[in-house]
Every structure is written in structure tokens, then in C-alpha cells.
């Protein structure tokens, strides 16, 4: 059955880095698109950043200059430097397919919390 598995995560001071990484296992289609969102206090699932099969990457404003993201095959990493208090939420990795026929899956999420 295809799955995002999902490592990293944690509390952080702010200021201070975090690596979140994900791996899809089981999978029968192709990905196109692989990224993480984030649902923070207010509960809307926000997109952070993600990165196509050819390395385009979109990223929130407020990730630009502080986090990266890197892709390899089936598995995507998110680096976050610079963390900030508002960073804090549960963050969750997903996988978009190239067939329209597909279902896109998501992890079971990972809480990241920045304190002042």
C-alpha cells in the first residue's frame, strides 16, 4: 500500500535548525510533485515548499531564505534554518501524482515547535 513516511521533527529554539524528511514506499505511479504543507494554530493546511521530478521548486514567502528543499527519487528533505516561533505547527509531507487518476497522498504529519 503506498505511504509517506515521515522522520524529523521536534522542538527547536528559534533561531535554531531542523531537518524533516520523507520517503514514499509502495508506490505505483509516477510523482510529480513532492513537499511539505504545515497546519499551524490557526488549522488551514499551508503549502512550505515543494519540488517537481524536474527541480522546480515552489516555497511559501515566508520559507524563502530560511528553509530548502531537496528531492531524490521518491524521498524529499526539508531543511529549516533560521526557525521562528511561527514556524510552530504540524507538518505534513505529500506526494502529488502525474496521472490526474491518482489519489495525492499525505503523511500522518509531524509536529515541529519553535520556542522564543
Known amino acids: 500500500q503506498a505511504r509517506l513516511v515521515e522522520s524529523g521533527g521536534g522542538s527547536v529554539q528559534a533561531g535554531g535548525s531542523l531537518t524533516l524528511s520523507c520517503a514514499a514506499h509502495?508506490?505505483?505511479?509516477?510523482?510529480?510533485?513532492l513537499g511539505w504543507y504545515r497546519q499551524g494554530p490557526r488549522n488551514v493546511r499551508e503549502l512550505v515548499a515543494t519540488?517537481?521530478?524536474?527541480?522546480a521548486v515552489r516555497m511559501a514567502d515566508s520559507a524563502k531564505g530560511r528553509f530548502s528543499i531537496y528531492r531524490a527519487g521518491d524521498a524529499v528533505t526539508l531543511q529549516m534554518n533560521d526557525v521562528r516561533p511561527e514556524d510552530t505547527a504540524v507538518y505534513y509531507c505529500?506526494?502529488?501524482?502525474?496521472?490526474?487518476?491518482?489519489?495525492?497522498?499525505w503523511g500522518q504529519g509531524t509536529q515541529v515547535t519553535v520556542s522564543s
Open positions: 509502495g508506490t505505483t505511479f509516477s510523482i510529480a510533485s
Open positions: 505529500n506526494a502529488k501524482p502525474e496521472s490526474t487518476s491518482q489519489l495525492e497522498l
Open positions: 519540488v517537481t521530478t524536474f527541480g
